[in-house]
């Protein structure tokens, strides 16, 4: 399940006959929301996958997590610096395949 369809699109119409503009201009810090289940190693988890894709330690400055509030489940916010689309698209493609990832954005 993912939100990545809404919204996830690089470009966006201008006007009739009119060049399309860039949503986000790179590189640039980016930030990804990253759902699982209450796990006492889910950070460290989701740590390890950012820190494979970037290829470069992930600070813990870059790591916000949010408990719900029955406790259920994490949200992790992950703040990392992006070169351009298709990198940003190839990590919502590597979090799609990822089994304690319930949900992202």
């Known amino acids: 399940m993912s939100a990545d369809g809404m919204g996830d699109g690089s470009t966006q ?3 009739d006959g009119e060049q399309k503009k860039p949503l986000i201009e790179y590189p640039t810090v980016y930030t990804f929301k990253v759902m699982g289940r209450q796990a006492p190693d889910f950070t460290d988890y989701v740590r390890g996958v950012f820190r494979s894709l970037m290829g470069t330690e992930i600070s813990p400055d870059s790591i916000r997590e949010q408990p719900s509030s029955k406790g259920t489940y994490v949200s992790l916010s992950v703040s ?8 940003r698209r190839s990590i919502y493609a ?4 990822e089994d304690r990832v319930v949900y992202y954005l």
């Open 13 to 15: 119409a201008v006007g």
């Open 80 to 87: 990392v610096y992006l070169l351009s689309e298709e990198h």
């Open 94 to 97: 590597r979090l799609r395949q």
